[in-house]
Every structure is written in C-alpha cells, then in structure tokens.
C-alpha cells in the first residue's frame, strides 16, 4: 500500500530564512513523487514532481527537492523564504502513474 | 481563460437537498477525479473516471454520485446533502499519455450544508 506523511500541519519561517517541508512516503513500487502548492481561494498547481533519473529536482518560485530513496523522503526546500510563499503544500504519491495519493498537507507561514 | 473550471464556486444549502457540481475541462484530457479537501485531511478521492465510459469509486463514494457526460464534463451530485458534507470540493483531470499522472486542478467549490 502507498502512503505519504507529511510533518508538521503548519510551518512558520522568517522572511529570508530557510524553508524547509519534511515528506515521507511508502510505496511497494518504485514511485513518481510530487509537490503541489495551493494559493488561498485557489485550486493545487504542480510545484515540481520526480520521476525517474536526476534525484534533486528544481520547481517553480525556487523550490526544490531531493528524492532519498533509502530514507524514503522528498523534502521541499527553498533557500530564502518570501512572503508570496505562504501557502499550503502537499506532498503526494503516485505508484507508477495510478491513483495517486496526496499527503494531509503543510501550511507555510511567512512572517515580516 | 481557465483549463479546468468548477461551478458553482460557493454554495450554501439545506440538509437533504439535492446537490450538483459541475466540471469542464478544456486540456482534452481523459482521465478526471473528484476530491473533497477538509482542514487536516488533505485530498480525499470521491470518483474518479479514466474515460467516458470508465468511473469507478474513490476511498470516500458513499453519499455521492457521478456522471461522466462527455469527456471534458464530469458532475459531483450530492443525492441528499448532510452537515458533514461541508467541505472543499476540487475537480482534476490528467492525461493518460503521461505516465506520471500529474493532475491539474480546478479552483474548487465551497459547500456548505445547514
């Protein structure tokens, strides 16, 4: 069965600071891995996805991701938070293209 | 113009009322899904539907129904609405030629149910 876990419900980082989104995920086949964000009052957009070769992936806005396979991680990073950041992210699963599965989510607080 | 639209965006209703939200999506995808979106619970798939003629139920069905009308239009009913029912409804569609199933989604839905 797959899962994914995302910790921490909310998130609060300094403008400037480190942002960092912790995700793990189980899966019984090697699986395709993404980040969405969701925008007050709008729907999820892709934010950056893995799939299979080059293990740090490179989003939109400066987002990026390291898929650690012996950790089964995918960790959302950035290295200078912005106050257009905030938002909610979610880390999802998806076993080799079917029926993917997204994490409880992350909401990012950006404080001035 | 948007890829994916939802309508209505904010609804408000009675307890056993009958309900419909609706989906058209303009990507010429085939694949669509249903999600309801609750603080703390992330995305829960409702129905999903892989062609026209291909729905099948999510891990949350009971309660819900759906038409697949053509292939950019895929309607949520509520056949009876419920308090609990209050939530956050979202529309997706992917392409079964991309083998990684990455969905795009619409603005969503607010529903309220009295």
């Known amino acids: 069965a797959q899962s994914v876990t995302q910790l921490g419900s909310h998130v609060s980082v300094s403008e400037g600071a480190l942002v960092l989104l912790r995700c793990n995920y189980s899966s019984s086949v090697p699986p395709y891995l993404f980040w969405y964000v969701q925008y007050p009052n709008q729907g999820l957009q892709l934010l950056l996805k893995y799939t299979t070769g080059a293990t740090l992936v490179k989003g939109i806005n400066g987002f990026e991701a390291e898929f650690k396979k012996s950790e089964t991680s995918f960790h959302l990073t950035k290295p200078s938070a912005h106050m257009s950041d905030a938002a909610e992210y979610f880390c999802?699963?998806?076993?080799?293209?079917?029926?993917?599965?997204f994490g409880a989510g992350t909401r990012l607080f950006v404080k001035a | 113009d948007a890829d994916v639209t939802q309508t209505p965006r904010n609804r408000i209703t009675k307890t056993g009322k009958r309900i419909m939200l609706e989906c058209s999506q303009t990507?010429?995808?085939?694949?669509m899904y249903w999600y309801r979106q609750d603080p703390g619970l992330g995305l829960q798939l409702i129905y999903y539907?892989?062609?026209?003629?291909?729905?099948n139920k999510g891990e949350i069905s009971d309660g819900y129904s759906v038409s697949r009308q053509a292939q950019a239009k895929f309607s949520l009913s509520l056949e009876s609405a419920i308090p609990n029912q209050t939530a956050l409804y979202f529309c997706?569609?992917?392409?079964?030629?991309?083998?990684?199933?990455?969905?795009?989604f619409g603005p969503g839905t607010r529903l309220t149910v009295l």
């Open positions: 539907s892989f062609d026209v003629k291909d729905i």
């Open positions: 999802a699963v998806s076993p080799r293209g079917f029926k993917t599965i």
């Open positions: 990507k010429g995808h085939d694949r």
């Open positions: 997706a569609t992917s392409d079964s030629v991309d083998s990684t199933d990455t969905q795009y």
